[in-house]
């Protein structure tokens, strides 16, 4: 067969003809195109697709349809930038330098310390290689296409432009299409505009500037078909879809440091550069002012930087943190980097997506109205529970109400949507709407299987965008016909004569049932009408013809996706922390208005993304920190959201479930997503994933981070006058041309006993009973605040004070300078003992009874340092290691008034701060 005689989609189209995009911003909106135009565009046949031969070239021109995959650094170049940290640098250097002391047993401490963080952040690194992943596993492995004139079953990956693609229930869309013909179509986009409800699909053209969430006439990549079927013409493929689009804008989205490690890294610089000028200080005052030996000079200032360098601070920061993602994960929150524990809280602005986070993702009928009275349907979800109430009265029973009796019967048989059982919730197959109303029936009573087989179905006219209404033919077993319809209130109104009025059908007043559907939608609620008629006798067929003017209106359902139980609390418990929280979605303006308003977060109205595409990036960041719910909003937009607070100095959390999130969950401070419901994207891409998908647990989570953030700067606090003290010590004794009071072994000793018993103590302390009372920290706050570096010179004072007194004190009393050295090391135990009880409580008293219950580890700490102690004093090889001397009762009287001295001393500043903060 020559060319002459093909079909002409199994010709070899023109190559002047074939649209090949080049360009997102010069691609054809194919939703503002007929069908038949878009045909012509792409060169194919609807009825016959492309040819086999045809499909080959194509694959040549545009590539495979999945996600081209990232480039990726190599394991080996991973692993060694996990050392590229100043914090990291001091440990290496603490290692050089007890190696170089011969301390082999501390360098291999460090070296293991340095190399656990590193594996740590090794593993860690791939996660937005996994988010890539995930994103592209939503394209789907197989498609029902037309090739060669006859359908077949292709790998998705195959698909190209021109493919005409079969689309059924329970498929998911392989790329994204031009609706070509469409039955009944209604596909789930949830997860990539937000918008809860499945939207309806035809081949109506579309304007060329609707949102994505209004392109009716296209289905994209990744979605899933829930009811009906259709037919479309692929229009991009791979990197070109909408999910596509979102793969590339999350491989370039750059993803922000946390505040903690921001902090610590500064605070890592600060303390290398003092560390190192105070080691050449010292080295030059032994040598040039003080005549010392080059050698012991040497070693005083190995010493000082043996003592400042808080070798084990990373470790027990990172202990504390881990213990902070333990408690998390027995609170439902689920923490898939580390330093995300603090993050929480330092969170300024919560940005929730609706859908599934705020509210349930389960449609609801919360409201029903009948020509006689107003229904409130209490509960959520699909879970049948929940009473019915008249508005402003009692519970009431569908018995005595039957407008409401026939209301649930009409709900449960003009109904496709069925209830399972899976893992012990309820699962809907069919359209959500008709979950809720399937759900607003059991809750008035009604038992579904036992109805839909007393009053079987004969015959339906399914949902169509066309003629906005469902029609069903059901008999009684007993010869009574019954045709119950459903759908756009607009529509079902003009096609009833009467409405029912108790157990009696009355004429229409349509003004008033118009006049109620504008008031139930100006609440946020989707708006139903349902109608019923006698069927004609013997009747088992139901055409158009038979849907007439006749009917008999029933009732109106006000269905929406509520807020879940506990999300009004949470965001209050949030706003009295001081976050802000603010609502970004994909939904319609009207549904994010009254969804916000039922949270309190409407104060400048709704900001749609239309006109977000008008502002500028400096207008944006002004909006964006004035408003609080956004509707239609694009990935795009919500990235430029996140970022427009950021701007502001804002630490932003972002919570959200679907694809759409994913990018913007990247650049937040810190990402939150779904566990349940979340797409693997989002989880991919998010620090933290709600294993109950609760907004509530946020809260929990934001107390956790704080406390977190409590226990690392208490930990902090108890750290560092230990090093300094030390450090203070050796400066003081090199200065003064004095003996050392404590040798840089002992200091080693010291460092390390304390680190891993009084040092982790901290890690478990509960919450401060204000912590949810305060305003977040302030965004770039430094990590020592003024009044937390005067606490630490005062006790850094205390130490050096105690261990040149007691010093002194043993060798004027005729002590060996090992005995005196011996008492120094305990006496500095023991203030470190006092100042890890001070350190209990930043601000408040430490000394009441309450403030001395709670945390047992404290008092094992102590225990286990004493009998640390008690082997560095009286066990012959520590002696001969250490150089240390039994001390008799005495200088044991001596150590413990060094610590009551430091103890009564911190409390007694506190008590001052406290007064005169008041």
Known sequence: MDDTTRSPALREPSRKRLWRPKARSVA????????????????????????????????????ANKMPEAKRRGPVLRFFDQFNNVIIFVLLGAAVITGLLQHWTDTSVIVGVVLVNAIVGFIQEGRAERALLAVSSLLAPQANVLRNGHPDVVDASVLVPGDIVLLRSGDRVPADLRI????????????????SEAVDKSPQVVDGGAALGDRSSMAFAGTYVSYGTGRGVVVATGAETEIGRISTLLAGVEKVTTPLLREISQFGRTLTVVILLL?????????????????????????????????????????????????????SAIIRKLPAVETLGSVTVICSDKTGTLTKNELTVQAVLTSSNTYDVAGSGYAPVGAISERGGEIVSVDGHPELLVAGRAATLCNDGEFYESDGTQKLHGNPTDGALLTFAMKAGFDVPFERQAHSRLDLIPFESEHKFMATLHHDHEGHRQVYLKGAPERIVDMCAQQLVGDQALPLDRDHWVAQVDAMASQGLRVLAIAFRPGDEGQD??????????????????IIDPPRTDAPQAVESCQQAGIRVKMITGDHAATAHAIAARFGLVHDGVVSGTELDRLSDMELDDVAENVNVFARTTPE???RIVKALQNHGHVVAMTGDGVNDAPALKRADIGVSMGVKGTEAAKEAAEMVLADDNFATIVSAVEEGRTVYDNLIKTILFVLPTSSGEAMTIIAAVMAGHALPITPLQILWVNMVTMITLGLALAFERAETDVMDRAPRRPGERILNNYLIWRIVVVTAILTAIAFVLFE???????????????????????????LLNCRHIHAPSWTPSSLRGNRMVYGAILLVILFQLGFTYAPPLQELFDTANMDLASWGLVLASGVVLFVIVELEKAITRRLRR
Do not use: C
Not at 34 to 39: K, L, P, Q
Not at 180 to 195: D, K, N, R
Not at 290 to 317: K, Q, S, T
């Open 28 to 63: 054809p909106p194919f939703h503002a195109l007929t069908a038949e135009d878009t045909i012509k565009a792409v060169d194919t046949d609807d009825q016959t697709g492309l040819s086999s031969q045809e499909a080959s070239s194509r694959l040549k021109v545009y590539g």
């Open 541 to 558: 067929e139901l055409n158009f013809t038979d849907i007439r003017d006749d009917f008999v209106l029933i009732a109106l359902f006000g």
């Open 180 to 195: 070509v013909t469409s039955s009944s179509l209604q596909i789930q986009e949830a997860s990539l505009t937000g918008e």
């Open 637 to 639: 937009q919500k990235l």
């Open 809 to 835: 004190w043993m060798v004027a009393n005729g002590a060996s300078v090992d005995l005196a050295r011996t008492v120094v090391v305990n006496g500095v135990v023991a203030g470190e003992i006092a100042n």
């Open 279 to 331: 080691a050449a200080v010292t080295l030059f005052v032994g040598i040039y002012l003080r005549d010392m030996v080059v050698n012991e000079a040497f070693l005083a200032a190995v010493g000082l930087a043996v003592a400042a360098i808080p070798e084990g601070l990373p470790a027990v920061m990172t202990i504390t943190m881990a213990l902070g993602v333990t408690r998390m994960a027995q609170r």
